[in-house]
């Protein structure tokens, strides 16, 4: 077992460490990282307005009117239905960040960049700039600008092709003139790239990223294989101490939150929900307790260890599990290059998904509604949020059977402590025996 561990280690430790390290993909990561407070708030704003409770909605009527859900989804127009001009400021500061080029600028010039790529609707009453652009639908055109127009600013700045103010000028001022050549580049550049998509069948940025590789990968990235797979690579990142979730989100959460969105705007519309899989869907019914769904080892490791070194553990590791952080678990137990561990460890995750998923999928339990909960939220509570109390309900199970599957091995471990700890407190006392 130990030799397969190595071999498995020796293959997908160079991945993920290219994937780890790659500037892009953390990049991407840390700058959805600038959105996710916004998409929380937007969301409770919207979960405001689709609470189903009849008194409750018959009241906020009466005191705002009938039209008195859109004095809040305002907020939520504003936050999710826009969190691509979110992700590109914050993408673009990485990047910055990673160059050591001026971080305002950057985010300046990259926000004009897609901005210059999107259309512009006319009408009689003038012409505007249609919001659907700016949220789900536009955010893998928001990445791509973001990451493209960094890329010709700084290379602009290394050539030397800036103009340079004497010492004496204040340094806003001198900032200023230095990214007004690079800025120049940027804005030709895509520029010529939205008139040349004007020549072809696509007629926009926006349409042929969104045709030809967002759709493509939102329907990938919302399949039950692909997810099983995605989930499988995590657990075994996990297993060589290596963070698989750091990994994982960087390709997968733009997808997932993307997914999201489109479930939070069908459910402030009232239409059926689009997507089974999402970021929701991903956090709060797969991660329970954290990575692997670890909740049921920590309650194991609370209530029925024998050992003293698995009651500290429930002691210290409850409390996180609750708010879905496992590392004390992780590498306290240890999990990371324990085979027998391993195998609870792998399966969780899997077993989480297609549980939910058949749930969901048959209609047991409604699909998350896309309010985007922060990922410590609490199970049941998560669950009753974002699925009605269907959605408790399945948590409930869930955590049942993570202890299920967690228990047997829990059970070898503790015992095995327990055994150590045993034997060698009759060998001290036998010490002591021997030299009084």
């Not at 953390?26 to 009849?54: C, D, H, R, Y």
Request: charged share 10%; aromatic share 12%; hydrophobic share 55%.
């Amino acid at each position: 077992m130990n030799t397969f561990l190595d071999k498995l280690q020796a293959k997908l430790g160079p991945i993920a460490y290219k994937l780890d390290s790659n500037r892009y993909l953390s990049a991407i990561k840390n700058g959805f990282f600038v959105a996710m407070p916004l998409l929380i708030i937007g969301s409770m704003f919207l979960l405001v307005t689709q609470l189903p409770i009849e008194p409750y909605t018959n009241f906020m009527a009466s005191i705002l009117g009938e039209n008195w859900m859109s004095l809040f989804l305002q907020v939520n127009d504003m936050t999710m239905n826009a969190m691509t001009l979110f992700v590109i400021l914050g993408i673009a500061s990485e990047l910055a960040k990673y160059y050591t080029v001026d971080r305002g600028s950057t985010q300046a010039i990259a926000l004009v960049a897609f901005l210059v790529l999107t259309p512009i609707t006319s009408t009689d009453d003038g012409s505007f700039l249609p919001l659907g652009n700016f949220g789900a639908s536009g955010l893998f055109v928001g990445m791509i600008t973001a990451i493209l127009a960094t890329e010709i600013f700084r290379w602009v700045i290394q050539k030397g092709w800036t103009i340079k103010m004497p010492d004496s000028v204040p340094s806003n001022v001198a900032k200023s003139f230095s990214a007004l050549i690079p800025g120049f580049f940027v804005v030709i550049v895509f520029n010529l790239v939205r008139i040349g998509f004007t020549f072809t069948a696509y007629e926009t940025a926006q349409n042929f990223i969104f045709e030809v590789l967002q759709t493509p990968l939102l329907a990938l990235g919302s399949s039950l294989p692909a997810t099983l797979i995605i989930l499988l690579f995590e657990a075994l990142l996990w297993s060589f101490g290596i963070h698989g979730s750091n990994i994982v989100g960087a390709v997968m959460q733009p997808i997932w939150i993307a997914l999201t969105v489109e479930n939070a705007q069908a459910f402030a519309t009232g239409k059926p929900l689009p997507n089974i899989v999402n970021y929701q869907f991903y956090s709060n019914f797969v991660k329970l307790g954290g990575s692997s769904a670890t909740i049921g080892l920590a309650i194991a490791c609370l209530f029925f260890a024998k050992s003293s070194q698995f009651k500290t553990l429930g002691k210290l590791s409850f409390a996180p599990a609750i708010f879905n952080i496992n590392e004390p678990l992780v590498f306290g137990i240890p999990i990371v290059l324990n085979p027998m561990m391993l195998i609870p460890f792998v399966i969780a995750p899997l077993l989480m998904c297609i549980i939910a998923y058949t749930a969901m999928a048959t209609g047991l339990v409604p699909l998350a509604n896309g309010v985007n909960l922060p990922w410590t939220m609490p199970p049941v509570i998560a669950g009753l949020m974002v699925s009605g109390w269907r959605g408790a309900v399945l948590q409930i199970v869930q955590i049942l059977l993570s202890f299920g599957l967690y228990y047997p091995f829990f059970k070898l471990e503790d015992a095995k402590a327990y055994k150590i700890e045993i034997e060698g407190e009759a060998t001290y006392n036998a010490e002591i025996v021997e030299n009084s």
